[in-house]
């Protein structure tokens, strides 16, 4: 083959992998656009006609491991029930990362509880709580969500359940409802297949295979946690001594359901499984954590999960009087 024709061949080649590149970059910045228009003119402006143009007629959305919505008029059924409750309702979007046909966002809630919550009447409190919230889109629709809240923060707010002093989860107050700031700690994001295996490598090997040891190599020692649900725990010892309890326990395992990345982040949707010696019964909980790396090791996470929904297998009631 001529020198001429070698020369032809690899612009080619190269020209295709340049636009293919370009292509998954420009599909998941109109992805991305899609679902901030979703929080922006669905949830924020209730703007129902909105939601005709972004969901898909056979969209399904889970939250809490469970499908609590489907379709369109489904939808806007539950977001409508949220706006009724909260009229003010704010949703301030965060962070969002982006990877081929997936979207996860981290958001915060605001408003003033004005109307019928799920059978809970207006109590006029300025409620906050935080979430992460997964999408898949296809031709420009979304098609499945997931979703993950911290639904205990805002029943707590709202009075609906009463703190234990025993519980550091059902103890908070103030800013223990928001996310905490963000760490400075910068340095290498490194890329986003090695950063997945991080990542992996902290359940598999941890948690899943109980050698706790391992986490020095994998977590940063600056690293911050942001766990509105877990606020005590937010720096690298107390979270090693955490993620120690989890391998202690040789009855759990949590595997993956979801798993994407961009740039230095990589978002991980997750079901954890535990046997309660104490109630003789075996726990489920999912959950979504988002971590930032820099120069190969974890240096930051949010975390959301269903807390609220296990209370009662925990012996905690929601407050009746």
Not at 173 to 179: I, N
Not at 286 to 301: F, M
Request: with cysteine; aromatic share 10%.
């Amino acid at each position: 083959m001529s020198t001429r024709k070698i020369s032809l061949l690899f612009t080619f080649i190269l020209f295709t992998v340049l636009s293919s590149v370009l292509q998954v970059s420009a599909d998941t910045e109109t992805n991305k656009a899609i679902v901030n228009r979703l929080f922006e003119e669905v949830f924020n402006q209730g703007n129902m006609g909105t939601a005709d143009e972004l969901i898909a007629p056979y969209f399904v959305r889970h939250t809490a491991g469970k499908m609590d919505a489907k379709g369109i008029e489904g939808y806007k059924e539950l977001v409508g029930s949220l706006r009724i409750a909260f009229p003010d309702l704010k949703v301030t979007v965060e962070d969002m990362i982006g990877e081929d046909n997936m979207v996860s966002t981290r958001q915060t809630y605001t408003g003033k509880h004005q109307g019928d919550l799920q059978g809970i009447s207006p109590t006029g409190i300025e409620a906050v709580h935080t979430g992460i919230c997964t999408f898949r889109i296809a031709d420009g629709k979304i098609t499945e969500g997931w979703t993950e809240y911290d639904l205990l923060g805002l029943m707590l707010q709202l009075g609906v359940v009463e703190p234990a002093p025993d519980r550091p989860y059902t103890n908070r107050q103030g800013e223990d409802f928001l996310w905490t700031a963000p760490s400075a700690v910068t340095g290498d994001p490194g890329d986003v297949e090695t950063n997945k295996a991080i990542v992996i490598r902290l359940t598999d090997e941890v948690a899943n295979l109980k050698s706790p040891g391992v986490i020095d190599e994998l977590v940063a020692a600056d690293f911050v946690n942001h766990d509105p649900i877990w606020s005590i725990v937010t720096d690298f010892p107390e979270y090693k001594e955490w993620m120690a309890g989890f391998a202690a326990d040789l009855s759990s395992r949590q595997t993956f359901d979801i798993t994407i990345a961009e740039g230095d982040k990589v978002v991980s949707h997750w079901t954890y499984r535990w046997m309660d010696e104490s109630l003789g019964k075996q726990m489920d909980m999912t959950g979504v954590d988002i971590y930032r790396l820099a120069d190969g090791k974890i240096v930051e996470r949010w975390s959301s999960k269903d807390f609220f929904n296990i209370l009662p297998l925990l012996g905690h009631n929601r407050r009746t009087d």
